[in-house]
């Protein structure tokens, strides 16, 4: 399925643009629009269902139900029928293939692809199945110049602030009815989703209560040097507040801070991978599996599928009402049921022709197997000698090269806080990429909360790593006596704290959560920011930044590689 008119091969017959409005959702008009014709303005923070939530999500919550509605509720469109169990989709290098082991899924009657907030906002929205349940920079650029009414461009996480979109484009809010100010072009309000795909979360700073409650105070500061948007500044996005009260961190007496950041929407396919870690120490043969694995979002903050479900529907669709029970486990089933891999390479290269590409292998994989040093033992029989006949053997060989450059090349992985501190904190350990990319055939790392500091946004510019994009919010994060950096200064300049906006401690400061690698090629860029904006941008972060030493053709062997994930 696919939103955009890229070229796409599907399973399903096309029926025309009038059939299509008539029928494409057979939802209750109550699960797609809002629940009261006076809307705007009549929600009482007070009110809003947060019991049951992390930490982070009241004031998070709060924030979003204070954005903007757009003007006109529109549901999300072009959703088919039926998502068939075996799909092939066209993307920028070959096809992608998603694979359903239970079956087709009927949309109409499955919350996934419904909208049960009040902006028109279903999951599907931000996680298509023809991007490898993310979206691409490509997808989110058409939809925007077919119809920027799109559901996707709801202002609350859309905008670069929800005050930046034109009033005319917007409604009150539902919580005390704020409209857009914005004095620009539409187009310009949206600038962080049109140019790097990103979305903005709003996260207080170790909000209380405490996670856990015996959690030491937060560890730093954070202050705000740059801001080309404003939402890390006006009060209205950048302090808590309840109906007009703020609330008051007992940090410093002072409102409670809420950070603005932007990130890339996480692909939701394959999750059986990244909700199945391993508790260590211990070799993997006598760890045992986590039941919460910590590495649903990109910091960690949402414990289960189900809480991120809950919580994602009613802040990012600003819903009155949680979903229900059985919308939470339809959303979850799908989730967990759909599996998402290249299933062929450019000029119609075969995938699965003696290999193990493509969707179907992938979910016939055990999740929680891990066989260091080898993540992928996908195109192994690619390696020379090839066998007899096989077509397009130089491509092949390219790709079986960049395999064995993945799993096996080694380099010294250094300064990078959640990897460097085992053992022995501050040593360099020698390592691959299957090190943190350790999960077998889906590559996320295999451990509980694997969260780690890389360099993304600024924060290793002393290890090789980039500076701060001016295109973002600067933060400049000073962390109190006493406390332990790891490898940071006491004064770090970032665009996105991570993982310590949640935690409160300095040693968190950067780390995102190790993602999984399959089907790529469908949804660039990449990082956490969007800041490479193919994959051959990301090889070059990670040579320059751990000097690894790459050779022009084994940078291209494994882009190569990448690209049939």
């Given amino acids: 399925m696919k939103l955009s008119s890229d070229r796409s ?16 959702f057979q939802v ?43 003007a006109r509720i529109r549901k999300q469109g072009g959703v088919p029928r039926t998502i068939p169990q075996f799909e092939i989709d066209a993307d920028a290098q070959g096809e992608i293939g998603s694979y359903q082991p239970a079956g087709a899924t009927q949309t109409a009657n499955n919350a996934f692809f419904q909208s049960l907030g009040t902006n028109g906002r279903a999951c599907v929205t931000c996680h298509q199945p023809a991007g490898g ?41 539902p919580v005390e009815g704020h409209t857009g100010k914005g004095t620009g072009t539409v187009a310009s309000a949206y600038t962080t989703l049109l140019k790097r795909g990103l ?24 202050e705000v040097v740059r801001d080309p948007y404003g939402c890390n500044i006006d009060p209205e996005f950048s302090q808590d507040e309840i109906d007009g009260q703020p609330v008051i961190d007992p940090d410093t007496g002072k409102p409670l801070q809420v950070i603005s950041v932007y990130r890339r929407p996480r692909i939701s396919a394959n999750l059986t991978f990244a909700t199945t870690a391993f508790v260590f120490p211990g070799p993997p043969s006598v760890s045992t599996p986590a039941t919460v694995s910590g590495n649903i979002m990109w910091d960690g903050r949402e414990p289960s599928l189900e809480n991120q479900a809950k919580d994602a529907t009613l802040g990012h669709a600003q819903a009155i009402a949680p ?68 077509t397009d053997s130089a491509q092949r060989a390219s790709i079986a090269r960049g395999e064995s450059i993945f799993n096996k090349t080694t380099f010294q992985i250094s300064n990078d806080a959640g990897i460097n501190a085992l053992p022995a ?33 600024g924060t290793s510019a002393a290890f090789g790593g980039p500076s701060p994009s001016p295109d973002l919010p600067i933060f400049k994060i000073t962390c109190k006596a006493g406390v ?82």
């Fill in 323 to 390: 979903p229900t029970l059985t919308q939470i486990q339809q959303i979850v089933a799908f989730e967990t049921g759909f599996f998402s891999a290249q299933y062929e390479g450019p000029n119609g290269l075969s995938l699965t022709t003696l290999a193990l590409g493509g969707p179907l292998p992938l979910s016939a994989e055990p999740p929680g197997q891990h066989t260091p040093p080898i993540t992928f033992p996908l195109y192994d029989a690619w390696s020379p000698p090839q066998p007899a006949g096989l």
């Fill in 484 to 565: 332990p950096l790891g490898f940071h200064e006491a004064t770090i300049q970032t665009n996105d704290p991570g993982l310590a906006l949640i935690t409160g401690k300095c040693a968190d400061v950067g780390k995102f959560t190790v993602p999984q690698l399959r089907a790529l090629a469908a949804h660039p860029p990449y990082f956490s920011d969007g800041s490479a904006a193919n994959l051959s941008q990301v090889v070059d972060f990670y040579d320059k930044r751990f000097q690894i030493h790459l050779s022009p053709q084994q940078k291209t062997d494994l882009v190569n590689f990448l690209n049939g994930l």
């Fill in 199 to 222: 979305l903005r979360i709003a996260i207080p700073l170790n909000a209380p209560p405490r996670n856990p409650p015996s959690a030491a105070k937060t560890e730093f500061t954070i």
């Fill in 133 to 173: 349940m993310s979206i691409s920079l490509n997808d989110i650029n058409e939809r925007f110049r077919r119809d920027a009414e799109d559901p996707l461009f709801a202002p609350v996480d859309g905008s670069t602030c929800p005050k930046n979109v034109p009033s005319a484009q917007t409604q009150g809010s």
């Fill in 28 to 70: 209750p008009m109550s699960a797609q629009q809002p629940t009261s014709p006076s809307l705007p303005g009549s929600v009482k923070a007070r009110d809003l269902p947060t019991a049951g939530s992390p930490p982070y999500f009241p004031a998070h919550y709060r924030q979003f139900m204070r954005s903007a509605l757009p």
């Fill in 425 to 457: 904190p501050g040593k360099p350990i020698t390592g691959t990429c299957s090190t943190c990319h350790s999960q077998r055939f889906s590559g996320n790392d295999i451990i509980v909360s694997a969260q780690q500091d890389q360099g993304i946004g």
């Fill in 9 to 24: 091969r599907i399973y399903w017959t096309v029926v025309p643009a009038l059939v299509l409005i008539a029928v494409l």
